[in-house]
């Protein structure tokens, strides 16, 4: 039903940006989020926006740096990222949830994506 598709990501130096994009296809009534992953590490969350995109969250570690945005009349979800840091580089992922409650309490999601590859160098 839900079909997510991320891309946008590569290699960009420290202090550099990036937007992500999202192709969420029949996610309209969706809350949909940003996740990360790097090796070893559990699954972290970023960033999640309502169905309407009215309400906004974002880890703590990402505030004041990335913007996650959403246009529903096209399928799109972005994630603006400003500043980044060596420790953004991770696996970022798209997801999608019924739920924004669940996404932010739990870190998980009915719906992901098949992740993009962001990597900042120092």
């Known amino acids: 039903q839900v079909q997510l598709v991320e891309s946008g990501g590569g290699l960009v130096q420290a202090g550099g940006s990036l937007r992500l994009s999202c192709e969420a296809s029949?996610?309209?009534?969706?809350?949909m989020g940003w996740f990360r992953q790097t090796p070893g590490k559990e699954r972290e969350f970023v960033a999640a926006?309502?169905?309407?995109?009215?309400?906004?969250n974002y880890a703590d570690s990402v505030k004041d740096r990335f913007t996650m945005s959403r246009d529903n009349a096209k399928n799109m979800v972005y994630l603006q990222m400003n500043n980044l840091k060596p420790e953004d580089t991770a696996v970022y992922y798209c997801?999608?949830?019924?739920?924004?409650?669940?996404?932010?309490?739990?870190?998980?999601?009915?719906?992901w994506g098949q992740g993009t590859q962001v990597t900042v160098s120092s």
């Open positions: 997801a999608a949830g019924r739920m924004i409650s669940r996404m932010l309490r739990t870190g998980t999601a009915d719906y």
């Open positions: 029949g996610s309209t009534y969706y809350a």
């Open positions: 926006i309502s169905w309407s995109g009215g309400s906004t």
